[in-house]
Every structure is written in structure tokens, then in C-alpha cells.
């Protein structure tokens, strides 16, 4: 099994008069196929773990590799490129932008990739959206739609370029129970239909108790790394 | 990039009344440059061709740059001599038939001839002192601006027999005389003459009006006992511009003084400079308000959409991707701000040339009853350069500061 995700000893400090220990010491190996959910308390790191995977933020020590790679070495641009192409990211706010179509919200990181071309782009990302269930609604404002549903294009806009490790935090922290169900639905069938890995930040014991893999933080470590079902195959 | 141009155009669309301000901002700073620029430079064009107009273009007198080497400096040169008397002079231009012939045949342009010297008018009792300027009326009508400002009779009249003069209108209702009345001259030698006066001009010049007569070069030639003399030959060309280039090749030819247009009224052309100088800091002054507005929008809208940057960011755009997506707001407001400055700057000038008054323009000699404007496309290009780079700069300030912002810490305040 390949490994996407290699941390080796992250740490990261938040410089300030008192500086503060976000994350500490974490080292982890995310595989292909993983769905993996990170728990803890509030302001036990968890986010802050998933940004440093997400080379959202740099590790104030440490070393990451994805898919090999080592990313200390990179400069932002070139992060920005793993980013674009690697990962992608659900948050727990939709973070599409208001002004554009759900369509052209998807299109976003497409063009940005700038491989395919428009009418490729489009074809993509409308199957995208009506896989998710979104398929009367690709020229709608993001305002238009429902929080479940904006949830849902923030996932086909992380699928976009086809990335091997989608990252979520808190992804159905703002959404009612019917439309969170619906979205950890969604993610598990990122990894079980498209073998993708997953990794979700969360405070639902309930989602927390259905992946393969939790990962529970106190104070910024990693106090258990536990296989809950057998892995997805 | 096509992209970040979309998504430029969409952030500026958002904010509708604000862009509009901001462009406006621009637009009014832009389109007041123009019709200020097109006026300096209109009133300056129109100054000097007045100037030109009532000036001959190269004066050549009977000076000398420098004094002229003594006979004994050129007798003896190994030996200085100090505290030498010049020797004097037979004034005026010498052998002036040769000199007028040789400058004729390659000066681009008319000529006049004439003798200079000081006189006192009296009459009822009354001196004053002027300038008799002996010429010749044919010539003189084609090189002199008086032609043209007779109030009555002509340069012509003073060939009608009998000793004529003309004077300027003032001279004339100062000392209370009109045409027909004779008036005495006195010449510095002397001489003393009756002269009838045949004609008046007001060239709106007072020093001219009050100060200047004219009378046949013959006339004065005998008054101050100097036949065949003359001391002054004035040149109108073609091209008033090329008076330099003519003054100097006259100057080495002949070996007097000949002085362009251009450096008699060296002080005059600097206060144009200074003027100028005043017109692009107040021009650039308000650009640079505008530049404001336009930091201003820009900051706003990077406030605002520090989400959308924060996603943009984790979605894999760079930091330079940012940066670029603001200054090209920036840009683009500057852009619409000056194609509308431009249309307002037109609309100005328009108006403006539709301004009617009166002003005696007694200094310059002549009435002004519209405002002279220039039209030219370097005041279109300049204030629009002027309004690009300094919202380029406005845009950029923050886009820089925008694209530093690191999305973890948006991510985690909207959370």
C-alpha cells in the first residue's frame, strides 16, 4: 500500500508572548483508501493537525511527506501546487463563492489546474454535482441552495482534480442531523466507490464511531490511533 | 489568468456603488488634468504667438557680444595692455547696403531696415521723451505687427511729402495733439524739426503707444546727422521657431548682435516653465486623491473578501495568483476611471471653449473673448499614465497585504 501522508514528529507553536503548543509530536501514516476521522475536545489541535496535513500551515518542526515527498523543502507556490492537485479540502462553512455559479464554483480549481478544456470542464463538473445529488441546481447561486446542498458542492469542488486525500473539518458541523447523514454518506462513498482517502475532523461521535480509522487528540498529541472496523478494501 | 481576471471583474461588479465612487474618483481627477493641461497650454501657445506676432523674430543691432579688440592688442601681442580707451566707434551697422544684401539672399523670410535713436517730442510746452525710429514704410509694413493697429493713416501716409511722423494714440492724447498737428523733435545732437503728424496707432502695448514714433529713415538719418546709417535690422520668418538657428548664422556672418525672439524674452519663457511645473503638481496632486479612492475600495474589498482569498488559497491558488487578482482590480478601476476622465476632460474642454468674455489684454496687446485651449493626445495619455500607475500602486499595497494573509487563521475565525 502506498503511503500519501508521512508525518514524522509535527510539531507546530504559535508565537506569541506565551507561545502555544498546538500540535505536539504527532507522527502518523495515512494509506490509499483510508477513511479516517480525527477526535478530541475543543481546541485539542484537531484542525490545526488537519492543516498542517493539508500544507495549509507549515509545522513549526517536523518533517511531512505526501506521496513521497518531502514538503519542507517546497516553497509556497509548489505547496500550493500539491494543494491544487493532491488534496482537496471540505470545511465546515461551504466557502464557495457567492458571486459564482454552484457550476462554475466546481469549474474553480479545473481551470486553475488549467488541463482541461472549458467544455471538458464542464462535462466534469456537472457529473460531479449530479452524482452528489445537485443536478437541477448546477446555475443557482451558492445563496440559493440549502446548507446540505452547500455542503455538497464544497465536496464536488474538493473532487474537482481528482485528488487522492480529500480533507474535511468539522464537515457537517453547521448542518442539521438529515443533512450531515447525507454528507458522511457522501464521504464514505469517497472511499469506498472512488478509493479515495478521507480524513475528517470531528466532534460527532456518531460519524466518529462509523470510519475505519480514529485518531483522538488531547492537547495537541495523539493519545490513540485505532482501526474501529476492518479497513475498506 | 483569464481566470483571475474573472474573478477580478466579479469582486469590482460586487460592489456596485462604491466602484462607481472610486471610478469617479479617478474619472474627475482624470478629466480636470485634461482640460486644465489643454488650458495652460492653450493660454501658454496663445501668449506666445502674441508674443511672436508683436516681436520681430531676430533683432540684429549695432552691438557686440563682446568689445572689440584694440588696434594695439593687435599690433602688439606679446605685450598686455591695461586701462586701453576704446577707441570710438562710428556707431550704427557699417556698410549696411552690403549687409541688408547678403543676409537676404538666405534668410527665410521678410526684413526691415532701420535707424533707432532717442528724441524728445515738444509741443505746447510740453517734452517727452521717445524713441524716432526711422524706417522705410514698404519694408517696414511686411516685418512690423504696427502695420496693423493704425487707428488712422498708415505707415504710407509718411511718404506724403514734407516731414511726417506717426505716433502711437497715447503720446498723441498726452501731449493734446491729432493728426494734422505739427510737433517739434529734438534729436541728442541738436537738431531740432518740425514733423506733421500723419498717422496714430495703439497697438495696446502702453510703452509702445506712449514711447514710439516713426518717421521716414531718411528723416531720421538727417535729424541725427548720420547719413546711410542704420543700427537695427529686424527679420520676420517664416517659421518663427528656426529664429535661433538664423540669429546665430546672422550673428557669425555680420559680427553683431543678433537676438532671437527666444532669449529676448528668456524670463518670460522660464516663468512658462514655472507655470507648467505648477500645473503637473496640482495635476499629480489630484491623481494622487484619486489613487486613494481607489486604496481605499481596494483595502475594503480585501477586507471583505478574506474568505474568498483564504479558499482561493487552499484551493491552490499562490500567493502571487492573489496578488495579482487585486492589482488588476486596481488596474481596472484606473482603466474605467480614465476612458471616463477621458470623456469628461472632452466634455470640459468643450464647454470651456464655449466660454465667452472680455479681457483687455493690454500687457500682450491684444483682447482675448474665448479661452484658448490645445487639443492634444499627450494630455489624454499622460493623465491617464498618471491615473494608472498610481491606482496600480493603490491596488497593489493591498493585494500584497491580501495575498500574505494565511488562510488558517480566516479559516479559523469564521469557525
Known amino acids: 500500500m502506498n503511503l500519501l501522508i508521512e508525518a514524522d514528529h509535527l510539531t507546530r507553536i504559535l508565537p506569541a508572548t506565551v507561545p502555544i503548543t498546538l500540535v505536539r509530536d504527532v507522527s502518523l501514516t495515512v494509506g490509499e483508501h483510508e477513511f479516517i476521522a480525527i477526535t478530541g475536545p475543543s481546541g485539542s489541535g484537531k484542525s490545526s493537525l488537519l492543516y498542517l496535513l493539508g500544507l495549509l500551515d507549515r509545522p513549526t518542526s517536523g518533517t511531512l511527506r505526501i506521496a513521497g515527498q518531502d514538503t519542507s523543502s517546497l516553497n509556497d507556490d509548489a505547496l500550493a501546487r500539491l494543494r ?6 471540505v470545511f465546515q462553512f461551504h466557502f464557495l463563492l457567492p458571486e459564482f455559479t454552484v457550476l462554475e464554483n466546481v469549474k474553480l480549481p479545473m481551470r486553475k489546474a488549467g488541463r482541461l478544456s472549458s467544455t471538458e470542464m464542464r462535462g466534469r463538473a456537472a457529473s460531479l454535482l449530479e452524482e452528489l445529488g445537485l443536478a437541477g441546481h448546477l446555475d443557482k447561486r451558492p445563496d440559493q441552495l440549502s446548507g446540505g446542498q452547500r455542503q455538497r458542492v464544497a465536496v464536488a469542488r474538493a473532487l474537482a482534480n481528482d485528488p487522492s486525500v480529500v480533507l474535511a473539518d468539522e464537515p457537517t458541523g453547521s448542518l442539521d442531523s438529515k443533512s450531515s ?3 458522511f454518506q457522501i464521504l464514505q462513498d469517497l472511499v469506498k466507490k472512488r478509493g479515495k482517502t478521507v480524513i475528517a475532523v470531528t466532534h460527532d461521535m456518531d460519524i466518529a464511531g462509523r470510519v475505519d480509522r480514529r485518531i483522538h487528540l488531547v492537547d495537541g498529541a495523539v493519545v490513540s490511533d485505532e482501526r474501529v472496523t476492518q479497513p475498506v478494501a | 489568468m483569464r481566470l483571475i481576471l474573472e474573478l477580478a471583474l466579479t469582486h469590482i461588479a460586487g460592489r456596485g456603488r462604491q466602484t462607481v465612487v472610486a471610478i469617479l474618483g ?3 481627477g482624470v478629466g480636470f488634468s485634461i482640460a486644465m493641461a489643454a488650458l495652460m497650454q492653450g493660454t501658454e501657445k496663445d501668449f506666445i504667438a502674441q508674443l511672436v506676432d508683436t516681436m520681430p523674430h531676430v533683432q540684429i543691432t549695432d552691438e557686440r557680444r563682446t568689445a572689440r579688440r584694440q588696434p594695439a592688442e593687435d599690433l602688439f601681442s606679446a605685450a598686455q595692455f591695461e586701462g586701453l580707451r576704446p577707441k570710438e566707434d562710428r556707431r550704427g551697422i557699417l556698410n ?11 534668410v527665410p523670410g521678410r526684413m526691415a531696415q532701420s535707424l533707432r535713436t532717442q528724441g524728445v517730442v515738444r509741443y505746447a510746452g510740453r517734452d517727452v521723451g521717445v524713441a524716432v525710429i526711422g524706417i522705410e514704410p514698404e519694408t517696414e509694413a511686411r516685418v512690423s505687427s504696427v502695420a496693423g493697429d493704425f487707428v488712422e493713416g498708415s505707415f504710407d501716409s509718411l511718404r506724403a511729402g514734407g516731414n511726417n511722423i506717426v505716433v502711437g494714440d497715447s503720446l498723441a492724447r498726452r501731449i493734446g495733439a491729432s493728426t494734422g498737428t505739427t510737433i517739434q523733435v529734438v534729436a541728442p545732437t541738436g537738431q531740432s524739426r518740425g514733423f506733421r503728424i500723419v498717422g496714430l496707432f495703439h497697438t495696446g502695448n502702453n510703452a509702445r503707444d506712449e514711447g514710439e514714433t516713426y518717421v ?9 546727422e548720420r547719413p546711410n546709417a542704420i543700427n537695427d535690422i529686424r ?9 535661433p538657428r538664423v540669429a546665430r548664422q546672422a550673428e557669425a556672418e555680420l559680427g553683431y548682435k543678433a537676438v532671437p525672439w527666444q532669449e529676448a524674452n528668456e524670463s518670460l519663457l522660464e516663468a512658462l516653465v514655472v507655470r507648467n511645473v505648477v500645473m503637473y503638481t496640482v495635476v499629480g496632486a489630484i491623481l494622487l486623491v484619486a489613487g486613494f479612492g481607489i486604496f481605499n475600495i481596494i483595502s475594503t474589498i480585501t477586507h471583505e473578501k478574506a474568505r474568498d482569498i483564504a479558499i482561493l488559497k ?4 499562490t500567493q502571487g495568483n492573489m496578488r495579482r487578482l487585486f492589482l488588476i482590480e486596481g488596474l481596472a478601476l484606473g482603466m474605467a476611471g480614465s476612458l471616463v476622465g477621458w470623456l469628461i476632460g472632452f466634455l470640459l474642454c468643450l464647454a470651456l471653449s464655449q466660454v465667452d468674455f472680455k479681457v483687455s489684454g493690454a500687457a500682450i496687446g491684444r483682447e482675448m473673448t474665448r479661452l484658448p485651449l490645445f487639443w492634444s493626445p499627450w494630455h489624454y495619455a499622460i493623465a491617464s499614465a498618471f491615473a494608472l500607475i498610481s491606482s496600480g500602486v493603490a491596488g497593489y499595497l493591498p493585494a500584497r497585504q491580501a495575498a500574505r494573509l494565511n488562510p488558517v487563521d480566516i479559516i479559523r475565525g469564521a469557525t
Open chain 2, 96 to 106: 549696411p547696403a552690403a549687409a541688408f544684401a547678403s543676409l537676404r539672399s538666405w
Open chain 1, 84 to 89: 491544487l492537485e493532491m488534496l482537496g479540502f
Open chain 2, 26 to 28: 479617478v474619472a474627475l
Open chain 1, 181 to 183: 447523514e447525507q454528507v
Open chain 2, 216 to 224: 521716414l529713415l531718411k528723416s531720421a538719418q538727417i535729424l541725427s
Open chain 2, 235 to 243: 527679420l520676420r520668418l517664416d517659421d518663427p521657431e528656426a529664429a
Open chain 2, 314 to 317: 487552499s484551493l491552490g491558488f
